[in-house]
């Protein structure tokens, strides 16, 4: 069975730019969580996504945006690029909506250079 | 408000020495607890999860985990390190209800020969 894919793995964008990054579930999983890892902040929850739908939202600014589609599948969009944007972007996904002690699946993460 | 805090940044250990890892946690509910290991360029992997019942949680590679409501700790432990240890380890604990976990600061273990 195929872990959560994330693409692209790498990108590098310039101060002013948007960029959108895409993750795939594994198959079957319909709840899709976005964080970010930065040097700095550690891993913080931007949002996430079941059924099309947001459920939860972290504490970024508006440019911060996601969608998921019918197929699970999810997209992060970052407008306006900030050089403080750089960070490891991480998807992960689960079966259902929350149950206790569901699992948590993490992709390998999209590296975002701001410059 | 949920919040994790990981008192070490870096800890080394030599190969086959013992280690442990330590994680503090805040909140006023009840809260799941979790410890997740990262590769370099790689996401994050569940090594083990503190739901309810016994305190004394085992995961894999031989990692094991006790809580302690008391001290509100989640501490991780492994008898005997492999250089191949040599990761990021991270306490997590889930915001009740939700799949939003909240992330302590990381320690780097270093597992030397």
């Known amino acids: 069975k195929a872990g959560v894919t994330q693409t692209p793995r790498y990108l590098i964008k310039t101060r002013g730019q948007q960029v959108t990054l895409s993750c795939s579930p594994i198959s079957g999983h319909r709840s899709v969580s976005w964080y970010q890892q930065t040097p700095g902040q550690g891993l913080q929850f931007l949002f996430e996504y079941f059924s099309e739908t947001q459920r939860n939202k972290g504490n970024f600014p508006g440019r911060f945006s996601g969608r998921q589609f019918s197929n699970s599948r999810s997209e992060m969009n970052v407008s306006t690029l900030e050089l403080g944007d750089s960070a490891l972007y991480l998807c992960?996904?689960?079966?259902?909506?929350?149950?206790?002690?569901?699992?948590?699946?993490f992709g390998p993460g999209t590296r975002l250079t701001v410059t | 408000a949920q919040s994790v805090t990981q008192l070490d940044s870096q800890v080394p250990v030599f190969e086959e020495a013992p280690v442990e890892l330590r994680c503090n946690y805040s909140s006023s509910v009840s809260v799941y607890l979790f410890w997740y290991v990262q590769y370099p360029n790689q996401g994050l992997q569940l090594l083990l999860k503190?739901?309810?019942?016994?305190?004394l949680v085992k995961g894999i590679n031989g990692f094991e985990a006790e809580f302690n409501k008391s001290q509100t700790s989640f501490h991780l432990r492994k008898p005997s390190v492999h250089i191949s240890d040599t990761a990021e380890y991270f306490c997590a604990v889930s915001v009740s209800g939700t799949y939003k976990y909240i992330f302590g600061t990381g320690t780097r273990l270093k597992v030397l020969a």
């Open positions: 503190y739901l309810s019942g016994s305190t």
């Open positions: 992960a996904s689960s079966k259902t909506t929350y149950r206790e002690g569901a699992q948590v699946y």
